[in-house]
């Protein structure tokens, strides 16, 4: 199983500053055929399912604010909100689906400072 | 404007099976691009992809489950279904259905069901 992790744990970053969670795989999940990596960030908020922001490490889910940005590649990732809002407070997971099982991180929960 | 609905019992006795339906509306299951997954999260804790299915009736699971799950579509409800067999504490989670896109990830979620075992 390709296992992720998710870097830092917890994070409180103050209202209109730049947030960043990183994750690695155990292995690369870049597919050579058309050089995507399957790598996907999800949002959740307390009580709601996971709402899928990127998807192929770097490409935005329609209607997600473009502050959320994705990038990496290989093993390395990083979800980067550039402008911290309220409504973003919540728990951030990666997941792989370059082979089964799809695995994900163990998640990521941003606060407000 | 898709949209996934869980639906079973909210508490299942130890060594029992659990059984849960997704219902699809505002779309077909038959549609060529998706596949159809089932995804748990137990309490205060993160996710785990049990399994998926295509409207075909082809399926993949997740080895640490093999053995215990069974994943079916029933095109002509719209619907797909999971079995859980020889349930236990650790199997107690909010169990999610999702769909799979074109790009692979699950970019459409039900809202969730919990399940509680306990006797």
């Known amino acids: 199983d390709i296992v992720m992790t998710q870097s830092p744990d917890s994070l409180a970053v103050s209202l209109g500053e730049r947030a960043t969670i990183n994750c690695k795989s155990s292995q690369s999940i870049l597919y050579s055929s058309n050089d995507k990596n399957y790598l996907a960030w999800y949002q959740q908020k307390r009580g709601q399912p996971p709402k899928l922001l990127i998807h192929?490490?770097?490409t935005r889910e329609s209607g997600v604010p473009d502050r959320f940005s994705g990038s990496g590649s290989g093993t390395d990732f990083t979800l980067t909100i550039s402008s911290l809002q309220a409504e973003d407070v919540a728990v951030y997971y990666c997941q792989q689906y370059y082979s089964t099982p799809y695995t994900f991180g163990q998640g990521t929960k941003l606060e407000i400072k | 404007q898709l949209q996934l609905q869980e639906s079973g019992p909210g508490l299942v006795k130890p060594s029992e099976t659990l059984s849960l339906t997704c219902t699809v509306s505002?779309?077909?299951?038959?549609?060529?691009?998706?596949?159809w997954g089932w995804i748990r999260q137990p309490p205060g804790k993160g996710l785990e992809w049990i399994g998926s299915?295509?409207?075909?009736?082809?399926?993949y699971y997740n080895p640490s489950l093999k053995s215990r799950v069974t994943i079916s579509v029933d095109t002509s409800k719209n619907q797909f279904s999971l079995k859980l067999s020889s349930m236990t504490a650790t199997d107690t989670a909010v169990y999610y259905c999702?769909?799979?896109?074109?790009?692979?990830?699950?970019?459409?979620w039900g809202q969730g069901t919990m399940v509680t075992v306990s006797s």
């Open positions: 192929r490490a770097s």
């Open positions: 299915i295509y409207y075909s009736g082809s399926t």
């Open positions: 505002g779309g077909s299951i038959s549609s060529s691009s998706y596949y």
């Open positions: 999702a769909r799979r896109n074109s790009s692979h990830a699950f970019d459409i």
